[in-house]
């Protein structure tokens, strides 16, 4: 009889050290949580994305976008060349978080198809550009050229349902 008070004695000893240890590991767990910032980023971009109607990383490519066009406004060669590379650059970013795998936008644009993206031959074309003002410093480009291309690139973003 001594011997089942010792070991019930023994095992509630355990279930309240227990108790206390995982206490302590759940109040460490909620303070580290609400120290960072990931909580609040989860709740923010969760909250974001439910009254706006749309997904928390569009509006960020939304914003990219108008400061792209704003470029144009400069009416400056060098400002429409940086246009037409950054918005080279948001395609690529954009089909890389769509999923296709490459290190570049040429081989990203190589797994698509016309049914995926319509304007894929326009788009080949304005990345062809794109790779001329970054390959060859003496090309020129004329501001309604650089339009033109920022046109087929807003429109494939449209296609893609990223504007």
Excluded: C
Aim: proline share 2%.
């Amino acid at each position: 009889m001594a011997d089942l008070n010792n070991l019930t004695s023994i095992f509630f000893f355990l279930k309240i050290l227990s108790l206390i240890i995982s206490l302590s590991f759940l109040f460490g767990i909620l303070y580290l949580l609400l120290k960072t910032d990931w909580l609040k980023r989860r709740l923010l971009k969760d909250l974001v994305e439910f009254f706006s109607f749309k997904p928390y990383e569009m509006r960020k490519v939304s914003q990219t976008w108008e400061k792209i066009i704003k470029r144009l406004e400069k009416v400056s060669e060098s400002e429409s060349k940086l246009a037409i590379i950054e918005a080279d650059d948001l395609l690529n970013k954009i089909l890389k978080r769509m999923g296709y795998s490459g290190e570049t936008l040429g081989e990203k644009l190589k797994q698509l198809s016309e049914v995926i993206l319509p304007n894929l031959d326009e788009i080949w074309e304005a990345h062809k550009i794109r790779s001329n003002i970054v390959h060859d410093p003496t090309y020129r480009l004329s501001l309604g050229e650089a339009r033109t291309v920022l046109k087929i690139y807003e429109k494939t973003l449209l296609n893609l349902e990223a504007l």
